[in-house]
């Protein structure tokens, strides 16, 4: 039965509804604190999923967005075309390396994923080989919520594991890190090279597959495989984009490029929904015809919602007059000093910092409702998953802030009470998001 106060009205995201404890309620956020409806103010240690990457409200996106909601808050892009997108393709065309040129325009991330999954699929048909229509992507993988995208999630610890047939059938090998799985990932291309279209990876960090992080030379190898047998490459952006790593892009540290680049999350600096797909002349040349059937056949009703234009090119803006990119760069060392102490804590398994990425893993997150209540108590919002706890603030989250963050998170996880079996050593399950125990 459900009781009266809930109704249960929104269906909420990733969220066993019967037994999680009440979203909590937030009427406003400036900067970088969330007001709760009962007056606490709590900082986001989250950045609203990795998006927010100038703090909330920041005054010149508040007025670009405001200026064009006056002119004109949405036009079909079918046929049509405005300002806002033109600009804004260019200039990621632009930030972007060698010929990745070609910006296609998707309402959100998932979607970037599927486009970038047709855009492959497509480019092999127009090039004769059809039957090169599966992915190559890897363990620990997240590409989104959406079938396609769904179908390229590490299949054994995605949260899409029980939808069986309904979704794709793809290969997945572990990231090439090493000599021995470069040699795996090579074997697999090597079989199956006639049936890949392309390799998906989320270069330098794994985000929601579990926070994990590899090299800038694992992300050459795979360039390397890619071009050795002939598939395309695919970056997965959408989290690390934006100076989140440290680089404006995390290819740009890895000196790759790739065929298709999607990005998402931060490009509207966390104000409206939309990501892009971008692709290099290659791929886009594929489809440029004159046969009205070559065409990439795709448009979202809201394609390259203006709004969600006008709040980029501010985003970007501001990447030119403030130094956004190093201040992430510099919050890797102050993570990494402020999150220290959590290292010695029982059940820490790993604390490790990548640009203006903090990640805590311990053995079991059995506590994690109590836990995440603990640290609004304490006045941060965090959402702790998997095996995780970790912080994504925004890119400028103050000095002051960043360390009176990273205190709270030492201390609340050094009150945790943790169960016998895991406060005794290290060989507790590692529950990943969604794995089934
Ligand atoms: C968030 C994310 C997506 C999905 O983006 P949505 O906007 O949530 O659909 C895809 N790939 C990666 C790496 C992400 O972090």
Not at 339 to 368: M, T
Not at 387 to 401: F, M, S
């Amino acid at each position: 039965m459900m009781s009266d106060d809930q109704q249960n009205v929104v269906w909420r995201p990733y969220c066993q509804m019967k037994t999680a404890p009440r979203p909590l309620d937030i009427v406003s956020a400036q900067d970088f604190e969330l007001t709760t409806a009962d007056g606490r103010t709590l900082i986001d240690a989250m950045a609203s999923w990795w998006s927010v990457c100038h703090g909330y409200g920041h005054p010149h996106v508040v007025e670009a967005v405001s200026k064009q909601l006056a002119r004109m808050p949405h036009v079909m892009f079918g046929g049509i075309t405005h300002e806002p997108a033109e600009r804004l393709a260019a200039r990621l065309a632009a930030m972007l390396s060698a010929d990745l040129n070609h910006v296609f325009f998707a309402d959100s991330g998932s979607v970037a994923v599927e486009v970038a999954m047709k855009m492959a699929v497509g480019y092999w048909q127009r090039r004769g080989q059809p039957r090169r229509q599966r992915f190559l992507s890897f363990t620990h993988a997240y590409h989104g919520d959406t079938t396609g995208a769904m179908s390229l999630c590490d299949p054994d610890r995605s949260m899409h594991a029980d939808y069986g047939d309904a979704i794709l059938t793809q290969f997945h090998c572990p990231l090439p890190i090493d000599e021995a799985s470069e040699t795996g990932c090579h074997e697999l291309l090597s079989r199956h090279r006639d049936r890949i279209a392309a390799v998906f990876v989320e270069p330098l960090v794994q985000g929601a597959g579990g926070m994990r992080f590899h090299d800038a030379a694992t992300v050459a190898r795979i360039r390397r495989l890619c071009d050795e047998h002939d598939v395309l490459m695919i970056a997965d952006e959408i989290a690390t984009g934006f100076g989140r790593t440290g680089t404006m892009f995390a290819i740009d540290a890895c000196h790759v490029v790739p065929d298709i680049i999607c990005l998402g999350k931060a490009l509207t600096a966390g104000t409206l929904t939309m990501a892009v797909c971008v692709a290099r002349s290659t791929v886009f040349e594929a489809f440029w015809s004159d046969q009205a059937a070559d065409a990439l056949m795709h448009g979202p009703t809201f394609m390259a919602n203006p709004l969600a234009c006008a709040a980029a090119n501010a985003s970007l803006d501001l990447f030119e007059l403030e130094p956004r990119v190093e201040q992430a760069r510099e919050m890797e060392s102050k993570l990494q000093s402020g999150l220290a102490a959590a290292r010695n804590l029982p059940g820490v398994v790993d604390v490790r910092c990548r640009g203006a990425i903090g990640v805590i893993q311990v053995e079991s997150l059995d506590d994690v409702h109590e836990l995440r209540q603990r640290f609004v108590d304490a006045g941060v919002w965090l959402r702790p998953f998997g095996d995780c706890v970790y912080v994504t603030p925004p890119l400028n989250l103050p000095d002051g802030l960043l360390s009176q963050l990273c205190s709270t998170i030492v201390q609340v996880m050094s009150e945790r009470s943790l169960p016998a079996a895991f406060a005794a050593d290290g060989d507790g399950p590692i529950a990943i998001l969604g794995s089934r125990r």
